[in-house]
T-cell receptor
Framework: SQTIHQWPATLVQPVGSPLSLECTVE??????LYWYRQAAGRGLQLLFY??????ISSEVPQNLSASRPQDRQFILSSKKLLLSDSGFYLC????????????FGEGSWLTVV | QKEVEQNSGPLSVPEGAIASLNCTYS??????FFWYRQYSGKSPELIMS????GDKEDGRFTAQLNKASQYVSLLIRDSQPSDSATYLC?????????????FGKGTMLLVSP
């Protein structure tokens, strides 16, 4: 069966510090990978998605970036965090076909202070 | 801008009653529709998917889809206190030839014993 792991689960970072969130998927190959953010009082916002190694599409311009160095690894980064980057970050995957179900990781709570 | 609209709630129902959750979407080209349940502080988990007009039943849950009206709903029969959560409606949309999900902000359901 497929599993998705995301870490760290929680982190508190000062404004201007860097960020790195990691996600790995097991039990499948060539998945579509996603990063979503859920801010207080807002819905799930798609930040990045990837259909293959090195292929990243950005949905929202911001100070975040994503990379996919391996088939089942997805990384969300920032060089300098803003207060507005606080939120619940969710990595997700789906099979490489249109309209397929998205499955979420456990999520990472980020508080920028 | 593709949108998915849900009443934020909370929707309060007594234990054993039927809970009815509704969702409308703007993209007439959407083909896949999903309901996720999200407990407070946790990541969303899939409840049901529906692709064709009509009803789809799975245990106590029934999803209903009406593409002409751009409307999808979720019925929960014999509601239990453990069903208290936020329910997210998600609709597929195409981005540069790839399918991604757009989420509503969710409806909070409270089931009282």
């Amino acid at each position: 069966s497929q599993t998705i792991h995301q870490w760290p689960a929680t982190l508190v970072q000062p404004v201007g510090s860097p960020l790195s969130l990691e996600c790995t998927v097991e039990g499948t190959s060539n998945p579509n990978l996603y990063w979503y953010r859920q801010a207080a009082g807002r819905g799930l916002q798609l930040l990045f998605y990837s259909v293959g190694i090195g292929q990243i599409s950005s949905e929202v311009p911001q100070n975040l970036s994503a990379s996919r160095p391996q088939d089942r690894q997805f990384i969300l980064s920032s060089k300098k965090l803003l207060l507005s980057d606080s939120g619940f970050y969710l990595c997700a995957w789906s099979r490489a076909a249109t309209g397929n179900t998205i499955y979420f990781g456990e999520g990472s709570w980020l508080t920028v202070v | 801008q593709k949108e998915v609209e849900q009443n934020s709630g909370p929707l309060s129902v007594p234990e054993g009653a039927i809970a009815s959750l509704n969702c409308t979407y703007s993209d007439r080209g959407s083909q896949s529709f999903f309901w996720y349940r999200q407990y407070s502080g946790k990541s969303p988990e899939l409840i049901m998917s529906i692709y064709s007009n009509g009803d789809k039943e799975d245990g106590r849950f029934t999803a209903q889809l009406n593409k002409a009206s751009q409307y999808v709903s979720l019925l929960i029969r014999d509601s239990q206190p453990s069903d208290s959560a936020t329910y997210l409606c998600a609709v597929s949309s195409m981005n540069s030839g790839y399918s991604t999900l757009t989420f509503g902000k969710g409806t909070m359901l409270l089931v009282s014993p």
